[in-house]
């Protein structure tokens, strides 16, 4: 338990004093959100109607662009390597890993939230199960990108690969992500997207640690 | 240098090992074995494998043919946290303090050196505050030294342990492995210089690239 601490304390602390990134891909989820309604006009009804799919797109791509780091610094300066030595297994490591990945990439944006909901005119209980949608949803998007980002890799300039990797297999925590903003559809779409997160989220660390032991070879 | 508790037993037994990395094959037909308190030294020119075997070894790269058997292990040890890999990469962040690094290694492997004590003897006492992305290749070498003195293991596996190092370094490295031996550990190292060890019985000498 100690390492799995001190991975999580590790990825965090490297991220505040790595500058920028945090707010790079804060600002970079705002804007998504900002330029929308330059680009569909005004119209206070239709933007409140796109609203969920916009919050969830910026979320998307802003957690993606954030994946390269999850693994790639730690396979170029060695300590992949030595990872598979540790007395924390792989499938912890990944795991520490993710929860770091989420709280660097996924709090901000729910935290910063409210500014969207201003920005696209949503009103406050739509912003409420935005809000819970992201935090049930989220999860589910960082542990699938951790496997893309293992796969990826070892592969010279895989950056851009695992999130186009992934994204076909995130349509669903889409699709019931911004479903469960829709107040009309009920809580089913919410209980889905807790199940689609949840396997992911269980599954992700054992997935990746295969993708990761393989890696080196 | 640590008390000289016992480390755990472990041979290495190696048989018929054959390397490729990619179309070309490296060595074949590689063999030895290696009892608790021993060394032996991987020697040879550049391109041999010396890195591939110490890495095959390590369990990072799958050897082509051949096995390597590790006696001593229990049933639910997983393999590998009896070992420390030393390598060219050291897995060192800049942009964390040499004792956060040193730390960091330290829970990630389970083990419980004094952080400060291993950093005495690697000579990296005076700057344990200062961000590890300021050191030297050589002083970053020995901040990978003290990571395998902060968690006792078994066997060692060193490749180019000396490389960056000065004289001193040299001698600290030797003095590292002595103690090492003299616990009951085992150490493979590859170097293609002469490694400054006191007790030379215990070492012996492979060398790649001569007959391949």
Same mark, same amino acid.
């Given at each position: 338990?100690?390492?799995? #601490?001190?991975?999580?304390?590790?990825?965090?602390?490297?991220?505040?004093?790595?500058?920028?990134?945090?707010?790079?891909?804060?600002?970079?989820?705002?804007?998504?959100? #900002?330029?929308?309604?330059?680009?569909?006009?005004?119209?206070?009804?239709?933007?409140?109607?796109?609203?969920?799919?916009?919050?969830?797109?910026?979320?998307?791509?802003? /957690?993606?662009?954030?994946?390269?780091?999850?693994?790639?610094?730690?396979?170029?300066?060695?300590?992949?390597?030595?990872?598979?030595?540790?007395?924390? !297994?792989?499938?912890?490591?990944?795991?520490?890993?993710?929860?770091?990945?989420?709280?660097?990439?996924?709090?901000?944006?729910?935290?910063?939230? !409210?500014?969207?909901?201003?920005?696209?005119?949503?009103?406050?209980?739509?912003?409420?199960?935005?809000?819970?949608?992201?935090?049930?949803?989220?999860?589910?998007?960082?542990?699938?990108?951790?496997?893309?980002?293992?796969?990826?890799?070892?592969?010279?300039?895989?950056?851009? /690969?695992?999130?186009?990797?992934?994204? !076909?297999?995130? /349509?669903?925590?889409?699709?019931?992500?911004?479903?469960?903003?829709? #107040?009309?559809?009920?809580?089913?779409?919410?209980?889905?997207?807790?199940?689609?997160?949840?396997?992911?989220?269980?599954?992700?660390?054992?997935?990746?640690?295969?993708?990761?032991?393989?890696?080196?070879? | 240098?640590?008390?000289?508790?016992?480390?755990?037993?472990?041979?290495?037994?190696?048989?018929?090992?054959?390397?490729?990395?990619?179309?070309? *094959? &490296?060595?074949?037909?590689?063999?030895?074995? *290696?009892?608790?308190?021993?060394?032996?030294?991987?020697?040879?020119?550049?391109?041999?494998?010396?890195?591939?075997?110490?890495?095959? *070894?390590?369990?990072?790269?799958?050897?082509?043919?051949?096995?390597?058997?590790?006696?001593?292990?229990?049933?639910?040890?997983?393999?590998?946290?009896?070992?420390?890999?030393?390598? $060219?990469?050291?897995?060192?962040?800049?942009?964390?303090?040499?004792?956060?690094?040193?730390?960091? @290694?330290?829970?990630?492997?389970?083990?419980?050196?004094?952080?400060?004590?291993?950093?005495?003897?690697?000579?990296?006492?005076?700057?344990?505050?200062?961000?590890?992305?300021?050191?030297?290749?050589?002083?970053?070498?020995?901040?990978?030294?003290?990571? &395998?003195?902060?968690?006792?293991?078994?066997? @060692?596996?060193?490749?180019?342990?000396?490389?960056?190092?000065?004289?001193?370094?040299?001698?600290?490295?030797?003095?590292?492995?002595?103690? $090492?031996?003299?616990?009951?550990? *085992?150490?493979?190292?590859?170097? $293609?210089?002469?490694?400054?060890?006191?007790?030379?019985?215990?070492?012996?000498?492979?060398?790649?690239?001569?007959?391949?």
């Amino acid at each position: 338990m100690k390492g799995f #601490a001190a991975v999580i304390r590790r990825d965090l602390t490297l991220a505040f004093r790595g500058g920028g990134d945090i707010m790079t891909l804060l600002l970079f989820f705002v804007m998504v959100g #900002a330029i929308v309604p330059f680009a569909v006009g005004p119209d206070k009804a239709l933007l409140s109607r796109l609203a969920p799919g916009i919050v969830w797109i910026a979320a998307f791509l802003s /957690l993606l662009l954030g994946l390269d780091r999850l693994f790639r610094n730690d396979h170029e300066d060695g300590s992949l390597a030595l990872f598979r030595q540790a007395e924390l !297994p792989l499938a912890g490591l990944v795991a520490a890993k993710v929860i770091a990945h989420w709280l660097l990439a996924a709090l901000p944006l729910i935290v910063a939230s !409210p500014v969207l909901a201003v920005l696209l005119a949503m009103d406050a209980p739509t912003w409420l199960r935005v809000v819970l949608s992201l935090v049930i949803g989220t999860p589910g998007l960082a542990a699938l990108g951790a496997m893309g980002a293992a796969v990826t890799v070892s592969l010279p300039r895989g950056g851009l /690969l695992a999130p186009v990797l992934i994204t !076909p297999l995130a /349509l669903p925590l889409l699709i019931f992500g911004t479903g469960s903003i829709d #107040a009309m559809a009920g809580n089913s779409a919410l209980l889905l997207l807790a199940a689609v997160s949840l396997v992911l989220v269980a599954v992700a660390p054992f997935m990746a640690a295969l993708a990761l032991a393989v890696s080196e070879d | 240098m640590p008390a000289p508790d016992r480390l755990p037993q472990r041979q290495i037994d190696v048989t018929d090992l054959a390397c490729r990395r990619g179309e070309r *094959l &490296l060595f074949s037909n590689l063999g030895f074995s *290696l009892a608790p308190g021993r060394a032996l030294l991987v020697r040879g020119p550049n391109g041999t494998g010396k890195t591939t075997l110490i890495r095959t *070894l390590a369990g990072l790269i799958a050897p082509d043919a051949g096995s390597i058997a590790i006696a001593g292990r229990s049933e639910e040890e997983r393999p590998g946290t009896d070992m420390h890999l030393l390598a $060219h990469a050291s897995g060192v962040k800049g942009r964390l303090t040499v004792e956060e690094n040193l730390a960091f @290694w330290r829970a990630v492997n389970g083990g419980s050196g004094d952080a400060g004590e291993a950093l005495d003897i690697v000579g990296l006492r005076g700057i344990a505050d200062l961000e590890a992305g300021h050191l030297s290749a050589g002083q970053t070498r020995r901040l990978a030294l003290a990571r &395998l003195i902060v968690a006792p293991r078994p066997i @060692w596996l060193l490749d180019e342990p000396t490389a960056a190092l000065d004289a001193e370094g040299d001698a600290l490295v030797g003095r590292l492995i002595d103690s $090492h031996l003299a616990q009951g550990g *085992l150490c493979i190292a590859a170097t $293609h210089l002469p490694l400054a060890l006191a007790d030379t019985d215990r070492i012996a000498t492979l060398t790649l690239g001569g007959a391949a």
